[in-house]
């Protein structure tokens, strides 16, 4: 089993940073990808971003040239720094990898419990 573990979640004004950071652990034998999605009430989980294990990197429109997804593979860990935040960025956030437990084995999808990101107004 693959566990998720995500921090830096809060409260910040309009226009100011958060950095979001997520550690796997578990029986991971392979992380192909790693990421960031977002759900707000009543509304469907979106990819926010994602990033590869050759380091390409993924962002939703909405966040591109404000967000920046970053890893340490050694470390399994994952941040998501979050700039120029707006109140339409106020939602859950969550971790997921794209992962094997075992040589051979089908990659599945692990997430986290997520993390509260409210910006006000």
């Known amino acids: 089993q693959v566990q998720l573990v995500e921090s830096g979640g809060g409260l910040v004004q309009a226009g100011g940073s958060l950095k979001l950071s997520c550690t796997a652990s578990?029986?991971?034998?392979?992380?192909?990808?790693m990421g960031w999605y977002r759900q707000g009430q009543g509304s469907q989980r979106e990819l926010v971003a994602v990033?590869?294990?050759?380091?390409?990197?993924n962002y939703a429109d909405s966040v591109k040239g404000r967000f920046t997804i970053s890893r340490d593979s050694a470390r399994n860990t994952v941040w998501l720094q979050m700039n120029s935040l707006e109140p339409e960025d106020t939602d859950v956030y969550y971790c997921?990898?794209?992962?094997?437990?075992?040589?051979?084995?089908?990659?599945?999808?692990?997430w986290g419990q997520g993390t509260q990101v409210t910006v006000s107004s």
């Open positions: 997921y990898t794209e992962a094997t437990t075992g040589w051979g084995l089908i990659p599945y999808d692990y």
């Open positions: 578990g029986s991971i034998f392979s992380i192909l990808a």
């Open positions: 990033i590869t294990s050759g380091g390409s990197t």
